[in-house]
């Protein structure tokens, strides 16, 4: 109930404060633009319209932060193109005409005013008309005395006295009462939906597409480091190991003749080193694509990683149902990349790791009890997964106080 009267108030004095506004806002723009636009064959309208599409930017920066509380969305602002480094006088003048934002803003704060009118109206009768009823048994004891005073009951035909215009004005009032907050907040949402499609719509467009350049950018990012990490392991490992195979081998090969104990005793040697240079490769390989990923879900294949880790493992797993597959490997290699990091440096003795989904978000959430330190900062193992993660729309948050304990959370959309 409290957060219902809330969001009545917050759109009754949207609607009640803004309706002045409006009409101000109207009447200076209109003028202006009238004004400049008759005068601008003889150059004097220029600054008169520029001077407008100021005016239209404030009144519009006011009616954006308006929209953020009726929305319930945080506030947008547009991004104005400034005038160029060393512009003159006259070109930094007339620099509000060159943006397309500036005349939105100018075509709101005209059109704005019947949207306006009608959500002021509508506020005002949905308040008038509980407040006039409920009311009514005070004030229409001396009203019903007034004589040749004809009532709206009796109009209509119910009748005439006190007794039946106070049931008829208090059901009136009742009923008006009951809409108040569904025709306030349809009037509050007619003005504002008109005004987030001229005031915020290209601007959250603009955000849309440079979130989406960024998450690309961050794909990259993190592909780069993944194939740079990739080749440094495959370096630093199975590629050192098959030298020294072939090493082994060659060796055997001469002993063959002259000693065939000798020779036996490399070939079993180097047998035990084929064995660890393919479980080596099977482990860089379950970093790239797991099978078990793909064939059988996120639960399992988090499972498998939970049973490989050298510290134990808490894990609750909520979800049964597959995803995409971008999704799901996103949420595998953070729980991977995380465990891995864990295991190495936080000197924890225990690792809970949660999997659940929040209506559109996958949540990991992954907590351990050692020292702490860990954020995302770039040059850190972390970065890395905020960049994978951002590539699918994700974000990772990392709380880690030195002295632990750690807890990191990745939220991945999963529409």
Known sequence: MRSLMRRVL??????????????????????????????????????????????????????????????????????????????????RLVNPMTSGQSW???????????????????????????????????????????????????????????????IFYVS?????????????????????GFGRALLTGVAELQERIDDLAEGRAAAVSAEANALRKLERDIHDGPQQRLVSLAMELSRAQRQMGKDPEAAQATIK?????????????????RGIAPPILSDRGLAPALAALAGRCTIPVDLDVQIVERFQAATENAIYFVCAETLTNV???????????????????????????????????????????????????????VQSPDGGPTVIVAEVPCR
Not at 107 to 117: D, E, K, N, S, T
Request: glycine share 12%; with cysteine.
């Open 10 to 91: 917050l759109d009754t004095r949207y609607t009640l404060v803004g309706f002045p506004t409006a009409v101000i806002g109207f009447v200076i723009m209109v003028t202006g633009f009238a004004a400049g636009l008759g005068t601008a064959v003889v150059w004097i309208g220029l600054p008169l319209l520029a001077g407008t599409l100021m005016v239209a930017r404030g009144f519009a920066d006011a009616e954006r932060g308006w929209l953020s509380d009726v929305l319930k969305r945080p506030p947008v602002r547009p991004r104005y193109r400034p005038a160029p480094s060393g512009a003159g006088r006259i070109r």
């Open 104 to 166: 939105l803003d100018l075509l709101h704060g005209i059109l704005v005013f019947p949207f306006a009118v009608l959500s002021f109206v509508l506020t005002v009768v949905f308040w008038s008309l509980p407040l006039a009823g409920l009311t009514y048994p005070l004030y229409g004891i001396i009203t019903s005395r007034i004589p040749g005073n004809v009532e709206l009951p009796e109009l209509l035909g119910f009748g005439e006295g006190y007794f039946t215009n106070s």
């Open 172 to 192: 009136v009032g009742l009923a008006s009462a009951l809409l108040l907050p569904f025709t306030v907040r349809g009037a509050a949402l007619i003005r504002a």
């Open 269 to 285: 040697s180097a047998i035990t080193a084929t064995r660890e240079t393919l479980d080596e490769l099977r482990a860089l390989s």
């Open 343 to 397: 295991a190495k440096h936080s000197r924890a003795t225990v690792c809970t790791v949660q999997l659940l989904r929040i209506g559109d978000i996958l949540m990991l959430t992954i907590g351990d009890d050692g020292v702490g330190g860990a954020h995302v900062a770039k040059g850190h193992g972390l970065a890395g997964l905020a960049d994978r993660l951002r590539a699918v729309d994700g974000e990772l948050t």
